[in-house]
T-cell receptor, first 116, second 111 residues
Framework: EPEVTQTPSHQVTQMGQEVILRCVPI?????FYWYRQILGQKVEFLVS????????KSEIFDDQFSVERPDGSNFTLKIRSTKLEDSAMYFC??????????????FGEGSRLTVL | GNSVTQMEGPVTLSEEAFLTINCTYT??????LFWYVQYPGEGLQLLLK?????DKGSNKGFEATYRKETTSFHLEKGSVQVSDSAVYFC??????????FGTGTRLKVLA
C-alpha cells in the first residue's frame, strides 16, 4: 500500500541551527501539507502546498519556515534558525484532491525535532 | 475561529468494554468531521469520516455520528480489543486546505 515516508525519524539540533525535514508523499498525490504537534498539545496546521506554491499557511509558519518540492518527489520543510519552541513532532501529509469530500489526508509517521 | 475539543486521556479499558471518546467542534458553516488513529510507531490514519449532519461514519467496529444540534462527533465502539490501543484524533475541515485537530486521546486496552 502506498505511504508517505518521512526522514529523519528523530533529529536533535542546537538552537539557531538550520533543520530540513524531508517527506516523500504518495506518488500521484497533488496536495501536500505539514502539521506539527508539540508534546501534549493539538496537532497544528502549518502549511499546504499545491501546484508548486503555498496555498495556505498558518500564523505559525513565519519567515523562519519554508517549504520546497525540489525534484517532483520530495517535499521538504526547512526551519532556518531553530528555537526551543520548535521542538515538536512534525507530520507530513498528502492528498490526491483538495476537495472536502474526497481529499483524505495520508500522513507520514512523523519526524521528531528536539531543539537544545 | 474553528476548533475541536476532545476528551483528555488516557482512557484505560478492559478488553470487550464499551468505548466512548467525546469530541465537540466549533465552526462557521458545516464542516466535515473525521477521526484519525495513530498506532504506536505509525502515522495518522483516517478511521472514519462524516461530511454532513446526521451522517454516521463507521469502520473497524468504530462509529461516530455527526450531530449538528450538539456540535459533536463522539467516537464509539461496542467492544474494544487490545489491538485498538492507540491515540485517537478528532478533526474538522471547513472548505479550506487545512484540518483542525484536537489534542488526541490515548486509549489503552488491557487484556
Amino acid at each position: 500500500e502506498p505511504e508517505v515516508t518521512q526522514t529523519p525519524s528523530h533529529q536533535v539540533t542546537q538552537m539557531g541551527q538550520e533543520v530540513i525535514l524531508r517527506c516523500v508523499p504518495i506518488s500521484n498525490h497533488l496536495y501536500f501539507y505539514w502539521y506539527r504537534q508539540i508534546l501534549g498539545q493539538k496537532v497544528e496546521f502549518l502549511v499546504s502546498f499545491y501546484n508548486n506554491e503555498i496555498s495556505e499557511k498558518s500564523e505559525i509558519f513565519d519567515d523562519q519556515f519554508s517549504v520546497e518540492r525540489p525534484d517532483g518527489s520530495n517535499f521538504t520543510l526547512k526551519i532556518r534558525s531553530t528555537k526551543l519552541e520548535d521542538s515538536a513532532m512534525y507530520f507530513c501529509a498528502s492528498s490526491f484532491s483538495g476537495r472536502v469530500n474526497t481529499g483524505e489526508l495520508f500522513f507520514g509517521e512523523g519526524s521528531r525535532l528536539t531543539v537544545l | 475561529g474553528n476548533s475541536v475539543t476532545q476528551m483528555e486521556g488516557p482512557v484505560t479499558l478492559s478488553e470487550e468494554a464499551f468505548l466512548t471518546i467525546n469530541c465537540t467542534y466549533t465552526a462557521t458553516g458545516y464542516p466535515s468531521l473525521f477521526w484519525y488513529v495513530q498506532y504506536p510507531g505509525e502515522g495518522l490514519q483516517l478511521l472514519l469520516k462524516a461530511t454532513k449532519a446526521d451522517d454516521k461514519g463507521s469502520n473497524k467496529g468504530f462509529e461516530a455520528t455527526y450531530r449538528k444540534e450538539t456540535t459533536s462527533f463522539h467516537l464509539e465502539k461496542g467492544s474494544v480489543q487490545v489491538s485498538d490501543s492507540a491515540v485517537y484524533f478528532c478533526a474538522s475541515r471547513s472548505g479550506t486546505y487545512k484540518y483542525i485537530f484536537g489534542t488526541g486521546t490515548r486509549l489503552k486496552v488491557l487484556a
